[in-house]
């Protein structure tokens, strides 16, 4: 996730970069008179490269995909909810003495 | 008792008895439509820049933001390693699920993207 993370905020970073390229040129070509026909091919390839690290980032950063069927390897543990109706406090545990008592007695 | 029941938190769907119908836990279906939501809306808002910074204007648009969904949809089919039904229940979720919404960010990223690039 922290990998994911970091490689996500890098393309960001390059299509910034590529778009402030952008601005730049078009200044550019507005002191010259010309038409803007299109990024320039640097920029073109700044914006692959930004695109190919936020397509890694989307499909790493969001987390796995868990399997569905309900006897697959990794759904074999199945837990309750943390639910007040399930909690047991009438175990074996009260015939230990009492945690005080222990720690007067030392 | 509770090692031979069937009873699990994670809620399970099933149809009739009479056919084996598959059951699936619900709780990891919507964890997965979570991913894929989190992941197209991220794609379509980078689609969205990358086509203002272009200058793609109308229809091209459109056609780069299903062409950004494809791509998606095919990277998110290789993360489910490409055994769809082990995580979906249909071919229908992973395709077509959060398209429209993802329009949506596309087009108001684009237009944000080619203001500031093309236009101030």
Redesign the interface.
């Known amino acids: 996730m922290g990998l994911g993370f970091i490689v996500g905020v890098f393309g960001v970073l390059i299509l910034s970069h590529a778009a402030y390229s952008t601005i730049q040129y078009r200044g550019l070509l507005k002191i010259m008179e010309e038409e803007f026909s299109g990024p320039p091919m640097n920029v073109v390839l700044e914006l692959l490269l930004g695109f190919v690290f936020c397509i890694w980032a989307a499909l790493t950063v969001p987390g796995n995909f868990h399997s569905i069927h309900p006897d697959s390897e990794e759904n074999r543990i199945v837990s309750l909810s943390a639910n007040l109706d399930f909690m047991i406090f009438n175990h074996r545990a009260k015939a230990f003495p009492l945690e005080i008592e222990m720690k007067l007695k030392h | 008792m509770a090692g031979h029941s069937d009873s699990?938190?994670?809620e399970?769907k099933s149809g009739e008895a009479m056919t084996d119908v598959p059951?699936?836990?619900?709780e990891?279906?919507q964890?997965?439509m979570?991913?894929i939501y989190?992941?197209r809306t991220?794609?379509s808002i980078?689609g969205g820049?990358?086509a203002g910074?272009?200058?793609f204007t109308g229809f091209v648009g459109f056609i780069f933001y299903f062409l950004v969904m494809t791509?998606?949809s095919i990277?998110?089919i290789a993360?489910?390693k490409f055994s769809v039904h082990?995580?979906?229940?249909s071919w229908n979720r992973i395709i077509l699920d959060g398209l429209m919404g993802g329009l949506m960010s596309f087009v108001l990223f684009w237009t944000f993207?080619y203001d500031?690039?093309?236009i101030f």
């Not at chain 2, 082990?86 to 229940?89: Q, R």
Request: hydrophobic share 45%; aromatic share 16%; no cysteine.
């Open positions: 699990s938190s994670s399970k059951t699936f836990s619900a990891n279906l964890n997965n979570k991913v989190y992941s991220f794609m980078t820049v990358i910074i272009f200058g791509i998606t990277g998110l993360k489910a082990s995580y979906f229940d993207a500031i690039v093309h």
